[in-house]
């Protein structure tokens, strides 16, 4: 029941006094606010934080579609300040491949170097004893 009542808290996030007049303005900025990260909360939107940060974040995005800039505008502007990691979602970039793709290409080398040694370990041929070895671990195992 507490589950219940407390789960339309994040709705509440956005105070009255940060609302646009303009619904499509709004609705835009709802949509942006919904992919930038609080930088304090750090797993919840600008949208969702009661955070005082989110509300300065909220306000700029607000202040920015004002002046008529697009959706793109405003997070690359925030972006510029605050770097990728203010975004949900990173943008595909040659970081963020790298940084997704390093443990795909460390496994992968790790599989390469385990199956090589595996076959080195297959192929590598076992040494005879000699005529004078063998008669001496005859000696030894008959207790001479």
Request: aromatic share 4%; net charge negative.
């Amino acid at each position: 029941m507490l589950a219940l009542l407390l789960a339309p808290l994040p709705a509440f996030a956005v105070n009255p006094d940060e609302v646009l007049s303009d619904p499509v303005l709004e609705q835009r900025a709802r949509a942006i606010s919904a992919e930038l990260r609080c930088m304090v909360c750090q797993n919840q939107s600008i949208d969702d934080s009661n955070a005082e940060l989110a509300r300065d974040l909220r306000v700029v995005v607000r202040e920015r579609l004002v002046d008529g800039d697009t959706n793109d505008e405003v997070i690359d502007y925030v972006v510029s300040r605050y770097g990728e990691f203010v975004l949900l979602k990173p943008r595909l970039s040659a970081h963020t491949l790298a940084l997704w793709g390093a443990p795909a290409v460390l496994v992968l080398i790790g599989l390469i170097v385990a199956f090589v040694s595996a076959r080195r370990r297959v192929a590598r041929p076992t040494s005879k004893l000699t005529p004078d070895e063998e008669a001496r671990l005859g000696r030894l195992l008959d207790g001479e």
